[in-house]
């Protein structure tokens, strides 16, 4: 049987609704727990459409974000983890590093430190994350996105790069766009070749 993540809170008002708040930020921990593609559609059908999914150093999260709010949430000890056993040994409070008047779990404050130079990327065209590409090796060979002018000052993802980018450029440079889709197509199949050596 599914579980019904977030029921209800699709008009959640943090300031007013105590009660509904409570609800919601349990189906966030719980999230915490499942996988990335799972979760990211969660989130999605509630409006919150920038997700990004954390893992480093045996810390597991997902931040996800919509025009208003930023919800972060990190899983708590799995029993299999031995970085999460570490962390639980350290039981006492200090001071929260990241700003606000609370204490955190010692070993909570570990993780969130595990976390703090990840550095996430969006595309200045659609909003999503800018992903790094890697090579059959799994070593990341293209970081930061990509030059999105002419379109957008920024950088951008590479589907707004391909779609819509590159296009723009094409027809920009004097290509009809009869010339330009002969283009793209011929990209498109440049890249199905490679991805089928691979």
Same mark, same amino acid.
């Given at each position: 049987?599914?579980?019904?993540?977030?029921?209800?809170?699709?008009?959640?008002?943090?300031?007013?609704?105590?009660?509904?708040?409570?609800?919601?930020?349990?189906?966030?921990?719980?999230?915490?727990?499942?996988?990335?593609?799972?979760?990211?559609?969660?989130?999605?059908?509630?409006?919150?459409?920038?997700?990004?999914?954390?893992?480093?150093?045996?810390?597991?999260?997902? %931040?996800?974000?919509?025009?208003?709010? #930023?919800?972060?949430?990190?899983?708590?000890? !799995?029993? &299999?983890?031995?970085? $999460?056993? *570490?962390?639980?040994?350290?039981?006492?409070?200090?001071?929260?590093?990241?700003?606000?008047?609370?204490?955190?779990?010692?070993?909570?404050?570990?993780?969130?430190?595990?976390?703090?130079? %990840?550095?996430?990327?969006?595309?200045? #065209?659609?909003?999503?994350?800018?992903?790094? !590409?890697? &090579?059959?090796?799994? $070593?990341? *060979?293209?970081?930061?996105?990509?030059?999105?002018?002419?379109?957008?000052?920024?950088?951008?993802?590479?589907?707004?790069?391909?779609?819509?980018?590159?296009?723009?450029?094409?027809?920009?440079?004097?290509?009809?766009?009869?010339?330009?889709?002969?283009?793209?197509?011929?990209?498109?199949?440049?890249?199905?070749?490679?991805?089928?050596?691979?």
């Amino acid at each position: 049987m599914s579980r019904n993540y977030f029921e209800d809170c699709y008009k959640i008002d943090f300031e007013k609704n105590q009660l509904q708040n409570n609800y919601f930020f349990a189906d966030a921990s719980a999230l915490a727990y499942r996988g990335e593609i799972f979760a990211k559609e969660q989130y999605a059908n509630i409006g919150y459409k920038t997700h990004f999914y954390l893992n480093k150093n045996g810390a597991q999260g997902h %931040v996800a974000a919509n025009n208003k709010n #930023i919800i972060i949430s990190f899983r708590g000890t !799995e029993p &299999t983890q031995i970085n $999460d056993l *570490y962390a639980d040994v350290k039981f006492g409070k200090r001071k929260a590093k990241l700003g606000g008047e609370g204490w955190v779990h010692s070993g909570f404050q570990g993780e969130v430190d595990n976390m703090n130079d %990840v550095e996430l990327k969006i595309c200045c #065209i659609c909003s999503n994350p800018i992903e790094a !590409e890697f &090579t059959e090796n799994g $070593d990341a *060979y293209w970081l930061d996105g990509h030059n999105a002018l002419p379109v957008a000052e920024g950088r951008c993802c590479s589907k707004c790069n391909d779609n819509i980018v590159i296009p723009t450029r094409l027809i920009n440079a004097g290509l009809s766009i009869e010339e330009s889709i002969s283009v793209m197509i011929g990209r498109l199949a440049q890249k199905e070749m490679m991805n089928e050596d691979e």
